[in-house]
Nanobody, 121 residues
Framework: QVQLVESGGGLVQPGGSLRLSCAAS????????MGWYRQEPGKQRELVAS???????NYADSVKGRFTISRDNAKKTVYLQMNNLKPEDTAVYYC???????????????WGQGTQVTVSS
């Protein structure tokens, strides 16, 4: 089994910062890309940021210059540093990892349980 456990969400005032973490555990052989998505009620889940196994990053236009994605391969963890948060960043944030399990010759997508981020004064 593979599990992704997120932490770090919460309530923050506009202009504030939060750092999300997502750690993978289980029978993992290797991890390819990692990413963060978010979803507001009644809307589609959207990509916020992603990072490849070699460290190349990609960001949604709405968060460029404010959010930073990083990863620690030894800890099987992905982070999202969110600065200068805005009310429109309010959503449930989900981590995603493309993982190859031990004794399996292909990669599958796994998701975290989601963590609420609320930006409000």
């Amino acid at each position: 089994q593979v599990q992704l456990v997120e932490s770090g969400g919460g309530l923050v005032q506009p202009g504030g910062s939060l750092r999300l973490s997502c750690a993978a555990s289980g029978s993992i052989f290797s991890i390819n890309a990692m990413g963060w998505y978010r979803q507001e009620p009644g809307k589609q889940r959207e990509l916020v940021a992603s990072i490849t196994s070699s460290g190349s990053t990609n960001y949604a236009d709405s968060v460029k210059g404010r959010f930073t994605i990083s990863r620690d391969n030894a800890k099987k963890t992905v982070y999202l540093q969110m600065n200068n948060l805005k009310p429109e960043d309010t959503a449930v944030y989900y981590c995603n990892m493309n993982i190859r399990k031990i004794l399996r010759n292909m990669y599958d997508d796994y998701w975290g349980q989601g963590t609420q981020v609320t930006v409000s004064s």
